[in-house]
């Protein structure tokens, strides 16, 4: 048994946006150590079922044990939450009363140091959430050119000396493969002007972020599932997504917007004429973050951001 552990972030106001209906299906697309699949299921009846997901072998294991108690109430499959549809067809499931999205990296995959996705500890350069992924961070810094490297860093980790750090990159890489995270948080410290390396935060951070985005594929599988997941929502049921970057938070909130307002045609035209019909509200405009003792808690939820998607009822079609 694995040692995989969880804090769930928000998890009364995700438990109490989720609005949980006792006789309801719910999806947890990204079970972790099981902290927030704990708080759902413990809500249903008998009558009630959670389906589970992660892509994360060791997720699953710890999973498992966890929500054991809850019995045949909770099915646990090894997926990626983009594949939800085909996951729930397979268990003769169509519609759901909710789904949640805890996105990011979990302190486990953080602090196992074999998993590689940290630059304060020296491991494997991997980066892979799903350990059968073919691609690893290890591949993507030996084979990218400077050009991709650079647009990756620039992209996905915001990193302002993306540039500088992708020439070092492929400079060192021609003299010793760079397999190591402990190896790699060097290269990137070298590069990088003095003020900063000493601004307080390591300098490694926005291009670990970026690397292990390209690796998963993160922000795709985000943004390609949003519609697929609403439209396996049941009337009045709810899309619950916790980002912990200004990325992932700008995907969710630009989609749910839309879905919510989707009509194109141009402002001045007195009535609608595109066709397209809203899917449903956004429950929240802003999003929920963690108060002061859940941020002194957990240091996970520092970042957090929770919104939530209602699907339209008839009446609100009508």
Known sequence: MTDFEHLPVLPHETLEMLNIDPDGIYVDGTVGGGGHSSLIASKLSEKGRLIALDQDEEAIEAAGERLKEFGNKVTIVRSNFRNIKDVLAGLDIYKVNGILLDIG??????DTAERGFSYMNDGPLDMRMDQRGAISAKDIIRDYSEKDLAKIFRDYG????????????????????????????DIIRGAVPGKARHSGTNPAMRTFQALRIEVNGELEALEESLDIMTDLLAEGGRLAVITFHSLEDRIVKEKFRTMENPCICPKDFPVCTCGRKPKGRCVNRKPVTAGEEEQERNKRSHSAKLRVFEKRTATEEG
């Open 158 to 185: 915001e990193e302002r000396y993306a540039s500088s750090i992708a020439r070092a990159i492929v400079k060192e890489r021609n003299v010793k493969d760079i397999d190591s995270t402990g190896r790699l948080t």
């Open 105 to 110: 990296v979990s302190s486990h995959q953080l």
